[in-house]
């Protein structure tokens, strides 16, 4: 088959992000047909995820990265911090369908003194 769409490498949100309603979590909902064969179809989510603990070092002494391979089922439910995983979604052999969002913060509105209206202050209720 015809390899087609991909989405390259990349972060949801990078660290030095000044806009005010900031991306934090990112969501996926695969809405594809049973049966969807991640080898065969194509359309995986790739996520590279650095240990918290960055003392797992490689033969160079670099920081190693485990990678995460997602194959898009219908009815999966991804979730995953916007600013911390790097991913990419590989070509794909057929039509790949899910919805796609973020849960947005307003954390660098309320430290440079906007957006929220209340000073950044946390309300009770």
Known sequence: KEKKGFY????DRTRDDATTCQRK???????????????KDGGVLRAYIRPMNMKKRD???NASMCVEDVVPEGGKLVLFDSSLVEHEVLPTCKERWAVVGWFLSEE????????GGDGGKKNDH
């Open 25 to 39: 979590i990112s969501l996926l909902l695969y809405l594809n047909e049973d049966g969807w064969d991640g080898e």
């Open 8 to 11: 390259g490498r990349h972060f």
């Open 108 to 115: 660098g509105a309320a430290r440079r003194g906007g957006g």
């Open 59 to 61: 033969a160079n002494n």
